[in-house]
């Protein structure tokens, strides 16, 4: 349709085909003459009265009857944003680049190539992406103009981490097509140990073999190619590499972390992981990484979805608060309203239900599995807020849970260590805290999927008597 860089070039008829489609999509009717003419006229800058001039219209007919109402239905059809007949053209332009940007990457798979750039790995196809301009402009300034080599993208799962690393890197090849010669997309979800990733890594850039064997040797080969090769290099769910006897290789990590974080003069490497860098070595913290936390999509992104996903009205901003704006959690209720409740979502409230998505469920079972990233003191914590929170949702006060635990646990337990493990669980988005400025206290509670979870106890993993599972996974979704 048009070159990438170049949008202020697109043919006119491009521009309203472009908005006809959306219009059509939008609301199943085609676009009037007259509306036709006044998104010619208003593109080219001209006013109501130049339009009527060289049409068979009159000025009052088009700025009276077809302009407001052509603008109402741009609003809709342009994902919800106000149009204007004064800033119409710049509305447009972003939704054009938008719509070129997604276009052209879907059709990207290994191999493909934009610009100069070529793709390598299983890049993810993004079918509709909402939201999160801003933290996408940030990121993209850090990388393009502040030279950042390390971005780390943590949150906790299906809160859109892999969906924002592939937005970013789309919306920096796509607007500099030269900037990099490769893009390396690596899936860290089939790899058992940080190894295995290193030797796959060592293959997608096709290093030459040597006969030195050695890990550290490996990962210095990685640290040369980026060094002297423009890559833009992905390594999506790192948590995987973090079962417990792996994460007894810190030696490893740690070369692997430093080594990323060298003066890479243009290559950028982005991790992304539900568990925090640090905790797999903490050389991280010293190093220069970007450390990004992904919290749920905003209201207004997170109603555009939920409108997406055929949803609508005030209801949806009670389903985004409970749900905190975590995009997987949303699409799994919002399947469910339809399925259950015929889309009517305050019929789906009447039963005070919680939805668990299998897949926030398989996220929480990781946790609380044995050997798995929960300590003995982070479960009990869990465990406590949980039960304390079942009947009232207030936020506990942190006095209060230091001394109910050390109560209830008998345990000479120190307030540090309280104070390292629930720093860790805010990290990971298990715990969430409300400092009270008025009453100058810190507060801690649960989402409410996290605190159902615990209630629920699906698996049997919490209450530490039961080894069995209490309900199959299957049947936790609606209760
Ligand atoms: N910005 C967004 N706009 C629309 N949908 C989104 C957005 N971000 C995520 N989603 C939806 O939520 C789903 C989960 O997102 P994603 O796979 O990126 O989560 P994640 O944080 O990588 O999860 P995990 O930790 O399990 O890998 C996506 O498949 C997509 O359907
Ligand atoms: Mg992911």
């Known amino acids: 349709m048009v070159a990438s860089n170049n949008l202020d070039l697109i043919d006119i008829e491009e521009v309203v085909k472009f908005v006809e489609e959306q219009v059509l999509q939008h609301t199943g009717s085609r676009l009037s003459g007259a509306e036709k003419l006044i998104i010619k006229g208003s593109w080219g800058g001209k006013d109501y009265t130049d339009i009527a001039r060289e049409s068979e219209y009159n000025t009052y007919y088009l700025q009276q009857k077809v302009g407001p109402r052509l603008w109402l239905m741009l609003s809709e059809a342009l994902g919800g944003v106000k149009v204007k007949k004064t800033h119409f053209k710049e509305i447009l332009l972003k939704q054009i680049k938008k719509h070129y940007v997604q276009l052209e990457a879907s059709k990207l798979n290994s191999d493909s190539l934009v610009g100069k750039t070529k793709f390598y790995g299983e890049f993810p ?3 509709s992406f909402c939201g999160r301009e801003e933290e996408l402009n940030c990121l993209k300034k850090q990388i393009r103009l502040f030279n950042q080599r390390c971005i780390t993208l943590i949150g906790v799962g299906g809160i859109g981490k892999t969906y924002f690393a592939a937005k970013l890197v789309e919306e920096i090849i796509f607007e500099n097509p030269s900037l990099y010669d ?3 997309w690596k899936q860290a979800d089939n790899c058992s140990s940080i190894e295995q990733l290193i030797n796959e890594l060592i293959e997608v850039f096709n290093i030459e073999k040597s006969t030195n064997k050695s890990l550290n040797y490996r990962i210095s080969l990685i640290s040369k190619h980026l060094s002297l090769y423009r890559c833009l290099l992905v390594i999506d ?7 417990s006897e792996s994460l007894k290789k810190r030696i490893a990590y740690e070369k692997f972390f430093i080594e990323l974080a060298k003066e890479q003069k243009y290559s950028c490497t982005i991790v992304t992981s539900q568990i925090p860098l640090k905790e797999f070595t903490h050389v991280t913290t010293n190093l220069p990484f970007l450390y990004w936390k992904l919290e749920g999509l905003d209201s207004s992104a997170a109603m555009q979805m939920l409108y997406e996903k055929g ?9 985004i608060e409970i749900y905190r704006g975590n995009p997987s959690e949303l699409e799994a209720v919002a399947e469910k309203i339809h399925r259950f409740f015929g889309g009517n979502i305050e019929s789906f409230f009447e039963y005070r239900t919680t939805v668990i998505s299998s897949r926030f469920q398989a996220m929480l079972h990781k946790q609380f599995e044995p050997n798995g990233f929960l300590n003995n003191l982070q479960k009990k914590i869990l465990i406590y807020l949980a039960k304390e929170l079942e009947e009232d949702s207030t936020p506990i006060p942190f006095t209060k849970l230091i001394d ?3 109560e209830q646990l008998g345990l000479q337990l120190s307030v540090f260590e309280i104070m390292a493990d629930i720093d860790i669980l805010e990290q990971r988005s298990l715990v969430e805290r409300n400092n009270d400025p008025d009453k100058k206290e810190t507060r801690y509670t649960l989402q409410p999927v996290i605190k159902k979870y615990i209630l629920i106890d699906p698996l049997g993993l919490i209450d530490e008597k039961s080894n069995k599972p209490k309900i199959s996974t299957q049947t936790v979704n609606i209760l």
């Open 125 to 127: 196809k993004l079918t």
């Open 182 to 184: 490769y893009v390396v």
């Open 311 to 319: 949803l609508s009205g005030d209801e949806c901003k009670k389903l």
């Open 404 to 406: 109910d635990l050390k």
């Open 237 to 243: 769910s790192f948590e995987k590499l973090a079962s």
